[in-house]
């Protein structure tokens, strides 16, 4: 089981905006680790979606952007478009595990 | 761009040893960069395995660390996965990545910034 936990899934409207969580501990996000984020299309390997709690690499989207506060972290998609649909997944360090983690993972479904 | 290409067998006994290999190209392997191993069972989650220096120093996953080795090869721009005493359980598309580090407001972070496509191993006899 992951130290990070993310809803299992979210959806909305084209146009509209989600947001998916992703809740750890004093050991990891607590703990003042940063948080970066992927997303996984079906089929395909994992892309950086964000780095460092809210930074976009070159090329994604400003539709995307990530936030931390405590310990938790959220990424959230403005404007959803159809080609959003993905899984989502967290990482950061935890200090206990002394091992870098993966959040649980979030499907995004575009109604 | 980088690139990253996973290579190695695509069927490993139970009790043998799943060895893949990872081809960097359109970069160096020598510039700073760590380089990391995931896997994902299927239809799970991601699973951080452990990451290796070009200079050959390593830093493992917990749970898998007894069975865990990482070596690198510098003059064939690869880095190089071996995995124990295999199960069914370590069945999984296993990717390489390219490890960028940061320093935020208190501590380093890594993160993976280049993926390869990944490469199915399923543990059957």
């Known amino acids: 089981q992951s130290v990070l936990t993310q809803p299992p899934s979210v959806s909305g409207a084209p146009g509209l905006r989600v947001t998916i969580s992703c809740t750890g501990s004093?050991?990891?996000?607590?703990?003042?680790?940063?948080v970066h984020w992927y997303q996984q299309l079906p089929g395909t390997a994992p892309k950086l979606l964000i780095y460092?709690?809210?930074n976009r690499p070159s090329g994604v989207p400003d539709r995307f952007s990530g936030s931390k506060s405590g310990t938790s972290a959220s990424l959230a998609i403005t404007g959803l478009q159809a080609d959003d649909e993905a899984d989502y997944y967290c990482?950061?360090?935890?200090?206990?595990?002394?091992?870098?983690?993966f959040g649980t993972g979030t499907k995004v479904t575009v109604l | 761009q980088v690139q990253l290409q996973e290579s190695g067998p695509g069927l490993v006994q139970p009790s043998g040893t799943l060895s893949l290999s990872c081809t960097v190209s359109?970069?160096?392997?020598?510039?700073?960069?760590?380089w990391a191993w995931i896997r994902q069972p299927p239809g799970k989650g991601l699973e951080w395995i452990g990451h290796?220096?070009?200079?050959?120093?390593?830093n493992y996953g917990p749970s898998l660390k007894s069975r865990v080795s990482m070596s690198v090869d510098t003059s064939k721009k690869q880095f190089s996965l071996n995995l124990s005493s295999v199960t069914a359980l370590d069945t999984a598309v296993y990717y390489c990545?390219?490890?960028?580090?940061?320093?935020?407001?208190?501590?380093?972070?890594?993160?993976?910034?280049?993926w390869g496509r990944g490469t199915t191993v399923t543990v059957s006899s």
């Open positions: 460092a709690n809210n």
């Open positions: 290796i220096y070009y200079s050959g120093s390593t």
């Open positions: 990482q950061s360090y935890d200090a206990t595990l002394t091992a870098y983690v």
């Open positions: 990545a390219r490890v960028s580090r940061g320093y935020g407001d208190y501590n380093y972070y890594y993160y993976m910034d280049v």
């Open positions: 359109g970069g160096p392997i020598t510039n700073g960069y760590w």
């Open positions: 004093s050991s990891n996000i607590g703990a003042n680790y940063d």
